[in-house]
């Protein structure tokens, strides 16, 4: 069963979220918040495996409870707005979440979303992670940091640079030559390096440090 919190200052939306939710056997929704501290404190007491998470809430923002929320580590986050290109989608990544929803998707998504983000992968396509980045971060101005890449090798240099061009494992496999369960190590050592827990904030980490450069390749 995979558990769920709901977090919204709308009772309409969480009621709708609740409903689409609770008809599956394998999704349960524990419990709402209307309010960011209240998603927090939820989260730390319910530990559902998924955080429903609107940004625009009032008492704490949908992005402070998420860097809350993922610095526990209590529970994966899925960020839910209503532009599919905005600022606070990408300063959400960096917080931590494990993607985003748009809210007019189609039940299917939402379903899809939760079950996603439950098993640990990130909802994001690297390819639209890539696309936030390239609206937001080289607008920011900030010079890159390749310091933040000094622990990894050169190896796991080229496999995130091949990550952050939107390549699956088994890609990578095929432009590396090694074994998709290779790459699938080499993915897992450049996380616990980084101390980073999914591939969308392994993108976003490739774009800030230089590694890969908005509209160019890595």
Same mark, same amino acid.
């Given at each position: 069963?995979?558990?769920?919190?709901? @977090?919204?200052?709308?009772?309409?939306?969480?009621?709708?979220?609740?409903?689409?939710?609770?008809?599956?056997?394998? =999704?349960?929704?524990?419990?709402?918040?209307?309010?960011?501290?209240?998603?927090?404190?939820? @989260?730390?007491?319910?530990?559902?495996?998924?955080?429903?998470?609107?940004?625009?809430?009032?008492? =704490?923002?949908?992005?402070?409870?998420?860097?809350?929320?993922?610095?526990?580590?209590?529970?994966?986050?899925?960020?839910?707005?209503?532009?599919?290109?905005?600022?606070?989608?990408?300063?959400?990544?960096?917080?931590?979440?494990?993607?985003?929803?748009?809210?007019?998707?189609?039940?299917?998504?939402?379903?899809? @979303?939760?079950?996603?983000?439950?098993?640990?992968?990130?909802?994001?396509?690297?390819?639209?992670?890539?696309?936030?980045?390239?609206?937001?971060?080289?607008?920011?101005?900030?010079?890159?940091?390749?310091?933040?890449? @000094?622990?990894?090798?050169?190896?796991?240099?080229?496999?995130?640079?091949?990550?952050?061009?939107?390549?699956?494992?088994?890609?990578?496999?095929?432009?590396?030559?090694?074994?998709?369960?290779?790459?699938?190590?080499?993915?897992?050592?450049?996380?616990?390096?980084?101390?980073?827990?999914?591939?969308?904030?392994?993108?976003?980490?490739?774009?800030?440090?230089?590694?890969?450069?908005?509209?160019?390749?890595?």
């Amino acid at each position: 069963m995979i558990t769920v919190l709901l @977090a919204d200052d709308q009772p309409l939306v969480r009621a709708g979220l609740r409903a689409l939710l609770d008809t599956e056997q394998d =999704l349960s929704v524990l419990g709402e918040a209307a309010d960011g501290r209240e998603a927090v404190r939820q @989260a730390a007491e319910l530990r559902p495996d998924v955080v429903l998470m609107d940004i625009r809430m009032p008492e =704490l923002d949908g992005l402070e409870a998420t860097r809350r929320i993922v610095a526990a580590r209590t529970s994966r986050v899925v960020v839910v707005t209503t532009f599919d290109l905005d600022e606070y989608v990408y300063e959400a990544l960096r917080a931590g979440a494990s993607g985003f929803l748009v809210k007019d998707a189609e039940p299917a998504e939402l379903r899809h @979303a939760v079950r996603v983000a439950a098993r640990g992968d990130a909802l994001l396509s690297p390819g639209v992670t890539r696309r936030l980045i390239e609206e937001f971060a080289s607008s920011q101005g900030a010079r890159p940091d390749e310091a933040r890449l @000094a622990v990894l090798t050169a190896r796991e240099r080229q496999v995130l640079g091949r990550i952050a061009q939107g390549l699956s494992n088994g890609q990578i496999a095929e432009t590396l030559f090694m074994s998709p369960a290779t790459v699938k190590t080499h993915v897992n050592r450049i996380m616990s390096k980084l101390g980073l827990h999914d591939r969308a904030q392994l993108v976003v980490l490739a774009y800030e440090s230089g590694l890969v450069r908005p509209g160019g390749g890595g």
